[in-house]
């Protein structure tokens, strides 16, 4: 029973400090999920993890944008998959659960092809532990 109960205790310690650590992110920041805005240099300088968000990650006006989870070719070549799979809300939420490269269009008119609107990322497995604090030394 006690072994029952420390492992159960073991899980919830690895577990939730990872999923208290998840990073929620804003696609665009204060310009959200918009046309004519480079999406590659947003996504250069961050790191994400299974776990993240991308929290209200695509926030647009509904009806002016929507959001399609693709794969890599439709991607490159904007091909817009069937419309009952876009994400429309204009505030939608995506929690990573796999590591892997991942890919967003907009499927809205030529957004996509003529106006860039579209979004590639990598992400990582879970992520690293924070270091341990220096020792304190009391003298």
């Given at each position: ?20 650590m998840a ?19 947003w996504a ?80 990582n497995d ?14």
């Open positions: 029973m006690a072994s029952t109960q420390f492992v159960a205790l073991a899980i919830v310690a690895v577990v939730l400090p990872t999923v208290a990073t929620q992110y804003i696609v665009g920041d204060e310009q959200g999920w918009t046309i004519n805005y480079d999406y590659e240099v250069k300088g961050k790191t994400f993890y299974v776990g993240d968000q991308i929290a209200s990650i695509f926030k647009y006006i509904p009806g002016n944008h929507n959001v399609f989870k693709v794969n890599e070719t439709a991607f490159e070549d904007c091909i817009k998959p069937p419309p009952n799979e876009a994400l429309t809300s204009g505030n939608d939420t995506i929690t990573f659960v796999v590591p892997g490269n991942k890919w967003y269009i907009c499927g809205v008119s030529d957004h996509c092809a003529d106006y860039g609107q579209k979004l590639a990322i990598t992400v879970f992520m690293p532990p924070a270091p341990a604090p220096s020792p304190i030394s009391w003298q």
